[in-house]
């Protein structure tokens, strides 16, 4: 059987789901169709995103072709860089430390509180009157 030309790695972060496809290339990540540079114009957004290529220090050596939907671009951000990592690690088990260590392999739990019944908003009650 042939050898896998690609390595597949799903990323969550609150309600986007990203599903990312490690290729040999040049370093080029293409969401959507669109550039990082036309999708994500916010550099702290783009350095979140080429994290998982500087830890393993592989910049130049992978192309990443993206799926991401739901959630905003935050949201997306973190979890093109968790799938990224996680397809990165169904490549080479041996990275797995070093993207552990780094902290981009944990999926981040943290997504908004729901409304409760009696309450405004997920905690806010409302005000207090004696009478």
């Known amino acids: 059987m042939a050898e896998q030309t690609f390595f597949y790695g799903v990323g969550r972060r609150k309600t986007s789901v990203a599903r990312v496809r490690l290729v040999p290339g040049t370093g080029r990540v293409t969401i959507d169709g669109k550039s990082l540079e036309e999708r994500f114009p916010q550099e702290i957004r783009r350095r979140a995103i080429l994290q998982p290529f500087q830890t393993i220090d592989a910049q130049n050596k992978f192309d990443a072709v993206v799926q991401v939907l739901g959630g905003g671009v935050t ?7 968790h799938g990224i990592a996680r397809a990165f690690v169904a490549m080479d088990e041996k990275l797995k430390p070093a993207l552990r260590k780094a ?8 997504c908004k509180e729901r409304k409760k019944y009696g309450l405004k908003r997920a905690r806010k009650a409302p005000q207090y009157t004696k009478r």
Do not use: C, F, V
């Open 75 to 81: 949201g997306q951000a973190g979890a093109i860089r």
């Open 103 to 110: 902290g981009l392999l944990t999926r981040d739990p943290r």
